[in-house]
């Protein structure tokens, strides 16, 4: 009996396949991932928030971005830059972060939607996170948050256009 459910198994495994196509090019979006260096520090602090970085280095700020000292990884959604304005013993530090858009745990897929193009805004904390009750984030904490679907789109932060920002408002005082 188990010789034939051997048998019967392995006809079964060797004869039977999944006709569905699969996505070559749905893993295969390329993005930079990395952190400001002051954030290794904090990361603990952080680490519910974001994935950790492939690299803390100061080539990922803004002003001093470098791609070839900044490594890369593939993602399945988007590319993102999050630009984070912290208060670390009394004075501003502007962090940034790229990688990809599930690199934010428990997004707002609201959000999400909202960036089906390339864009850039502001958002707040609470409209990014979903369960903000966990997290106890102040209505004026914000990030920008920008995302792109092209390979290795976040290395520099595009603007966003004027209308698309218009409907942001518009969408956000609605709430």
Not at 12 to 28: F, T
Not at 94 to 115: F, K, P, V, W
């Amino acid at each position: 009996m188990t010789t034939q459910f051997t048998k019967l198994f392995s006809f079964i495994l060797a004869n039977v396949h999944d006709p569905a196509q699969v996505d070559e090019s749905a893993s295969r979006l390329s993005c930079y991932s990395c952190m400001s260096p002051y954030l290794e520090h904090q990361y603990m602090y952080i680490s519910h928030l974001y994935r950790r970085p492939l690299a803390f280095t100061e080539k990922c700020d803004q002003t001093s971005f470098d791609a070839r000292y900044v490594k890369w990884k593939n993602c399945t959604d988007m590319c993102v830059t999050v630009r984070m304005n912290d208060r670390l013993g009394g004075r501003r530090r502007e962090g940034y972060l790229r990688g990809c858009m599930s690199d934010i745990l428990h997004y707002n897929q609201t959000i999400a939607r909202l960036s089906s193009s390339n864009f850039c805004a502001v958002v707040r904390m609470r409209d990014l996170f979903v369960s903000t009750e966990r997290y106890l984030f102040e209505p004026s904490d914000h990030v920008q948050l920008c995302t792109c679907h092209t390979g290795l789109c976040n290395s520099a932060i595009q603007h966003i256009s004027i209308h698309f920002l218009l409907f942001l408002i518009l969408f956000s005082a609605v709430l």
